[in-house]
C-alpha cells in the first residue's frame, strides 16, 4: 500500500513530499482568504471566482461549459452559482450567442463593483512573493508553470491556457517561442494564463 505524504515520519523522506504538504497548506491560505471575502460580500466563494474570471476573460469562455470546466465542477454546480448571481442582479445572460441553447454571461454594473472590492483577495500572498528575490521568484515559477503543465497532461487539471499548450508555442534555437508575438520566450515571460491561448491542434 502506497504511503501518504501526510504521514508525518513518510513526509520526511524526500523533497517532494514536504513540497506537497507546503503546495496544501498553500491551498489553505488561499480558501481562508476567499472565504473571508466571500463571508463580506454576502456571496460563495464560487460565485466570486466566477464574477472575477467573467471580468477578465474574452466573452466565448463566460458560458456555464467552460465554467465548469476551469473550476473543475458540474454544470448544475455553476448554474445554480449563475442563477444565484442573476438572483443577486450581478450577472445579466446574453443570449446573442449563435448558439441559441446556451448564453454568454455578462457583469452587471453592481457585479463590477463587487469585482471591485474583492478581487484582491490573494494580495496577501503576492506581498509574501514580493519580498523574494529576482532569482527565487523565477525558480519558484518554473516548478509551479511545469507542475500545472504536467498535472494538465495527466488529466488532473482539465483547463489551462498556458504557453505550452498553445498552437502558438514553438521551440527555436533550444528554446521557447511564441509565434504570436514573434519573440522568444524566457521563463518570466512564460504565460499561466494568457488571453491569446489557442489550443494546440490533436
Known sequence: MEKSVFDTS???????NKIVVG???ISEVFRTLLWAEAKK????PIQIQILIFIAYHKSSLCTVSYLAKEFDVTKPTISDA????EQKKLILKDYSNPDSRSYLIVLSEK???????????????KKQFDTFDAAQLETVYEAIVQLIY????????SVQRMCFACKFHSKK????Y????QKPLETKAIRVDCPEFEEKPG
Open 111 to 125: 457585479g463590477k463593483e463587487l469585482v471591485s472590492i474583492t478581487e484582491n483577495y490573494a494580495n496577501p500572498l
Open 82 to 85: 449563475v442563477k444565484s448571481l
Open 23 to 25: 503546495l496544501e497548506r
Open 173 to 176: 534555437a533550444g528554446g521557447d
Open 178 to 181: 511564441c509565434e504570436y508575438l
Open 10 to 16: 513518510f513526509q520526511q523522506e524526500s523533497v517532494s
Open 41 to 44: 460580500a454576502g456571496v460563495s
Open 150 to 157: 504536467n498535472l494538465n497532461k495527466a488529466g488532473i487539471i
